[in-house]
């Protein structure tokens, strides 16, 4: 039974950073990719950022050169440092897992591949 569960969303002022932490549970794949998306009222999810088992990164062109993806494997834990953060960035953040998918030309899997999620965490830019 796969777990992803966030934490580290808050509040912060424009400018301000933030590190996003997803612990996953139950999660063995050696071929795998996982992501953050977010989600804001009345927006359809996005993809912020994907790293895969192959150790390739892949992000959205609104968060380039300010948001890091990385994962510690012995900690079975995904990361994304959020540097620069502006009032847009304001959203409900979803860490995504699942087994088999890639990031293929630079992009990662869509909202529609993606089988575990965690609950979210809230992050709020003023």
């Known amino acids: 039974h796969v777990q992803l569960v966030e934490s580290g969303g808050g509040s912060v002022q424009a400018g301000g950073s933030l590190r996003l932490s997803c612990a996953a549970s139950g999660y063995t794949y050696s071929s795998y990719c996982m992501s953050w998306f977010r989600q804001a009222p009345g927006r359809e999810r996005e993809g912020v950022a994907h790293?895969?088992?192959?150790?390739?990164?892949s992000y959205a062109d609104s968060v380039k050169g300010r948001y890091t993806i990385s994962q510690d494997n012995a900690k079975n834990t995904l990361y994304l440092q959020m540097n620069g953060l502006k009032p847009e960035d304001t959203a409900m953040y979803y860490c995504a897992a699942d087994a088999w998918l890639r990031i293929v030309n630079g992009l990662g899997p869509s909202v529609y591949e993606y089988n575990y999620w965690g609950q979210g965490t809230q992050v709020t830019v003023s």
């Open positions: 790293i895969d088992s192959n150790g390739r990164t």
